[in-house]
């Protein structure tokens, strides 16, 4: 039932609580425990569109989405986080991998068969289901397993380069990944769409997020040269612009991480008018709207205690990348919604623009 729409859930929930003490009991313990354990009946295997399906959604049945985050864990040891985005960013999911890899490396046997601590009885929580809640139940599974059947997920790795030649090359790793995302894009649709990539701003003592804007006249320059039949001709040219896109990329990154984006100054100031009962015409404008529907949505979060991490596209026609860039190697898992956009026409455009990337930086 997590899994359903907030209102409808909701609205079972407080009926499940009218019903019965004992239900109200059961909410109470999931609603108060820190996070929550998922022990999952399943070998996964070095599938990594199974792997990412498992741990980004599953069936729903083995899960609590209303948890600020669930600790997950296969027959076969993959372990992975699903977790609640309202309470944080990744940069605190990030700061748990980073402090269990740790601690696994460095405690990794046990010298002693005796607990150190007083044991702890697990006891099973029980509900009173009656048939409302039953039929709530069936509709759910139904409507989720139908909605998850339209998330395609294609992985995308190339291991011909990463940090240490972008270090060689003197440019940004992260604005060759973003480059390279708008130039597939580019090849495959003739134009340059809103993007989206999150920067955290912890930084600040509250700080969340805010947007870096990877869409720039540099990038479209270079999208729309590559996207030609004879862009190899023009190696010099594209070299001098891709170091352009790195530098205008690394103020972009600088000035989001420091507060200085646009995009949550511009949504304070919209939800604020929205209270007084009226939005300037800047938010009623059609570039307004045009830019917040991010058709490229982009993530990333860099830990040798983080194998994969992926989430859906936040438009119905969108891509929902969640990349990484290692010393010796980049990747990507891409998500789309089925009849929507091609996921693995665009993997495999990434495939080729990243090894063109490449012969450009190495060209003399």
Request: aromatic share 10%.
């Amino acid at each position: 039932m997590t899994t359903e729409e907030r209102n409808k859930w909701a609205a079972i929930r407080e009926h499940m609580i009218l019903k019965n003490e004992q239900n109200s009991k059961s909410f109470d313990e999931i609603d108060t425990s820190l996070f929550v354990v998922c022990l999952d009946d399943v070998e996964l295997g070095d599938d990594h569109v199974g792997v990412t399906r498992n741990f980004l959604h599953s069936d729903g049945t083995n899960r609590w989405f209303d948890k600020s985050f669930q600790l997950i864990v296969s027959k076969d040891a993959w372990a992975g986080v699903t977790f609640e985005h309202s309470w944080g960013d990744g940069v605190a999911i990030l700061r748990f991998f980073n402090d269990i890899h740790r601690d696994s490396k460095e405690h990794q046997w046990c010298n002693s068969l005796q607990s150190k601590r007083q044991s702890v009885q697990p006891f099973k929580l029980v509900f009173d289901i009656d048939d409302i809640v039953k039929q709530a139940i069936k509709e759910g599974k139904d409507r989720y397993k139908a909605h998850t059947e339209k998330l395609v997920i294609h992985p995308f790795i190339l291991e011909k380069y990463g940090k240490t030649e972008c270090k060689n090359w003197k440019i940004s790793p992260d604005s060759i990944m973003q480059l390279g995302f708008q130039i597939a894009f580019h090849r495959m649709y003739k134009y340059t769409p809103a993007s989206y990539e999150s920067c955290s701003t912890a930084a600040f003592k509250h700080g969340r997020t805010e947007t870096i804007r990877p869409a720039t006249s540099l990038t479209k320059a270079v999208s729309e040269i590559m996207s030609m039949k004879d862009w190899s001709s023009r190696k010099g040219e594209l070299k001098t612009l891709i170091r352009k896109c790195s530098e205008k990329h690394n103020q972009l990154t600088k000035e989001a991480a420091m507060g200085q984006g646009f995009d949550r100054h511009l949504f304070a100031l919209r939800l604020l008018a929205e209270k007084k009962g009226s939005l300037p015409a800047i938010f009623l404008d059609n570039a307004y709207t045009k830019f917040n529907r991010n058709i490229i949505s982009t993530s990333t979060l860099a830990s040798p205690a983080m194998r994969i991490g992926a989430f859906g596209p936040v438009m119905p026609t969108g891509f929902g990348i969640g990349y990484q860039i290692w010393e010796g190697g980049l990747g990507s898992i891409i998500a789309t919604y089925k009849e929507e956009r091609d996921g693995g026409a665009f993997a495999e455009t990434c495939h080729g623009v990243f090894t063109d990337i490449q012969s450009i930086m190495d060209s003399t």
